[in-house]
């Protein structure tokens, strides 16, 4: 069941640039979104997450939007760097660490 | 701070064997997830553990069980092997489902069965 979708499997943006990133989900009773980072041959990595009592969250260069009635979500992350460059997976949270994710977007940050 | 160790990391087995996978969380962490990762598929959420109990689980044949200890590390089983179940195996622990607090990951086991 796909209930969260990244519907982009890949993006490229120039460095300097602003790198939007987007995900869909379908269950109304996900409370909690989290974006993960993932290089190759390593688990994860935690970037940013959003209550979903909130519509905006920044943090350094990633921000990151959610529009409930759109059942949308965004990452942000300006300005771009060649560093950036990874997986990016989308999650969304319900009945405690009852998690779903996307199938992921990869970022091309090309110098 | 310690991260999240899973053992082994690479694992290669025959079809109709068994496998347990080892996951030790962050110090203080007692929620314990597994996850499976496939070419081309995101991470497939397998089950969660909290104190040493079952808490959720995901859409996987009954193949796929799990467990957890008092000192929160936790284990996985993949019994009758298949092909299919080649894969990236995740663990991610967190420190307790109620509250906004995000899973942290360890780097997975990645298993290829023969």
């Known amino acids: 069941d796909q209930q969260v979708k990244q519907n982009s499997p890949s993006l490229s943006v120039q460095e300097g640039r602003i790198s939007i990133l987007n995900c869909d989900y379908t269950n109304s009773m996900f409370d909690y979104f989290l974006w993960y980072k993932k290089y190759p041959a390593e688990g994860p990595t935690f970037l940013i997450s959003i209550s979903s009592i909130k519509d905006k969250n920044e943090d350094g260069r990633f921000t990151v939007f959610l529009n409930k009635s759109a059942k949308h979500l965004s990452l942000h992350i300006v300005p771009s760097q060649p560093g950036d460059s990874a997986v990016y997976f989308c999650a969304a949270r319900y009945n405690n660490n009852d998690m779903r994710f996307g199938a992921g977007t990869r970022l091309t940050v090309k110098p | 701070k310690a991260g999240v160790t899973q053992t082994p990391r690479y694992l290669i087995k025959t079809r109709g064997q068994q496998v347990t996978l080892s996951c030790s969380p962050i110090s203080g962490h007692r929620s314990v997830s597994w996850y499976q990762q496939t070419p081309g598929q995101g991470l497939q959420f397998l089950f969660e553990?909290?104190?040493?109990?079952?808490?959720n689980k995901g859409n996987f044949p009954g193949r796929f069980s799990g467990r957890q200890f008092s000192n929160s590390r936790s284990e996985m089983n993949v019994s009758t092997l298949e092909l299919g179940d080649s894969a990236l195996y995740l663990c991610a622990s967190s420190l307790a489902g109620a509250t906004y607090q995000p899973q942290h990951f360890g780097d997975g086991t990645r298993l290829s069965i023969l």
């Open positions: 553990y909290f104190s040493e109990t079952q808490r």
